[in-house]
Antibody, heavy 121, light 108 residues
Framework: EVQLVESGGGLVQPGGSLRLSCAAS????????MSWVRQAPGKGLEWVAN????????YYVDSVKGRFTISRDNAKNSLYLQMNSLRAEDTAVYYC??????????????WGQGTLVTVSS | SSELTQDPAVSVALGQTVRITCQGD??????ASWYQQKPGQAPVLVIY???NRPSGIPDRFSGSSSGNTASLTITGAQAEDEADYYC???????????FGGGTKLTVL
C-alpha cells in the first residue's frame, strides 16, 4: 500500500525556519517525481515545488523561490522541504504528493495527510 | 498565462448531471487533472489525462477538453459527491504546476 506521511509542521515566528519531511512507503520512491502542495486555511490548493527522481531538477512557485528548498533522499525514501524566511502568508497545510507518471505530468495520484505550518508571532 | 479559472460554486440536483469547467491557456498544451477534496481530507485524484480514472473512482466521473477549457462531468451526481473540486495542469513552461481556484459542488 502506497503511503506518504508528512511531519515537521508547527508554529514558527515570522522570519523563522522549518523543515518538513515526507516518508514514503509501498512503492519505489526513486522512480517518481515528487511535489509539495499547500493549502492556506479556507483557501484553495497551491503547487509549491517539485523534484525529479534523482534530484537533478527542481522547480518552485515564484512566491517561495529563494526561501524554500526541496530535496530528497532516495536511500531513506524521504522527501523534504526546507523553509526559511517564513512569512505569515506561508501558513498552510503542506501536502506531499506523488506524480502519477515517471515524468513530470502534474497528475498526483497519492497524497499525504498533510502537516500544518503556522507562521505567527 | 499560468492561471486556471474555475467557477467558485456549482449546484446540482441529486441524480442529475453537472459539468465543472476549468479555463486556462496552458490547457491548450497540457491535459488537466481533477481532484476531489472533502472537508478535513487530502485531495483525491478523480480524472487525469484525456479521460482517465484511477482505480476506485466511479465511472460517473468523466473528463474532456477542448481548446483552453477542461471539463469534469459527473453523470448522476450522488450526495457523496458534494465536495470541492480542483483542476490542475502545468504552466506554459511545462515545469511548474498550477491549480485552479476550486469549485464547491453542492448536491441538492
Amino acid at each position: 500500500e502506497v503511503q506518504l506521511v508528512e511531519s515537521g509542521g508547527g508554529l514558527v515566528q515570522p522570519g523563522g525556519s522549518l523543515r518538513l519531511s515526507c516518508a514514503a512507503s509501498g512503492f519505489t520512491f526513486s522512480s517518481y517525481w515528487m511535489s509539495w502542495v499547500r493549502q492556506a486555511p479556507g483557501k484553495g490548493l497551491e503547487w509549491v515545488a517539485n523534484i525529479k527522481q534523482d534530484g537533478s531538477e527542481k522547480y518552485y512557485v515564484d512566491s517561495v523561490k529563494g526561501r524554500f528548498t526541496i530535496s530528497r533522499d532516495n536511500a531513506k525514501n524521504s522527501l523534504y522541504l526546507q523553509m526559511n524566511s517564513l512569512r505569515a502568508e506561508d501558513t498552510a497545510v503542506y501536502y506531499c504528493a506523488r506524480d502519477l507518471r515517471s515524468y513530470s505530468s502534474g497528475w498526483y495520484d497519492y497524497w499525504g495527510q498533510g502537516t500544518l505550518v503556522t507562521v505567527s508571532s | 498565462s499560468s492561471e486556471l479559472t474555475q467557477d467558485p460554486a456549482v449546484s446540482v440536483a441529486l441524480g442529475q448531471t453537472v459539468r465543472i469547467t476549468c479555463q486556462g491557456d496552458s490547457l491548450r498544451s497540457y491535459y488537466a487533472s481533477w481532484y476531489q477534496q472533502k472537508p478535513g481530507q487530502a485531495p483525491v485524484l478523480v480524472i487525469y489525462g484525456k479521460n482517465n480514472r484511477p482505480s476506485g473512482i466511479p465511472d460517473r466521473f468523466s473528463g474532456s477538453s477542448s481548446g483552453n477549457t477542461a471539463s469534469l462531468t459527473i453523470t448522476g451526481a450522488q450526495a457523496e459527491d458534494e465536495a470541492d473540486y480542483y483542476c490542475n495542469s502545468r504552466d506554459s513552461s511545462g515545469n511548474h504546476g498550477v491549480f485552479g481556484g476550486g469549485t464547491k459542488l453542492t448536491v441538492l
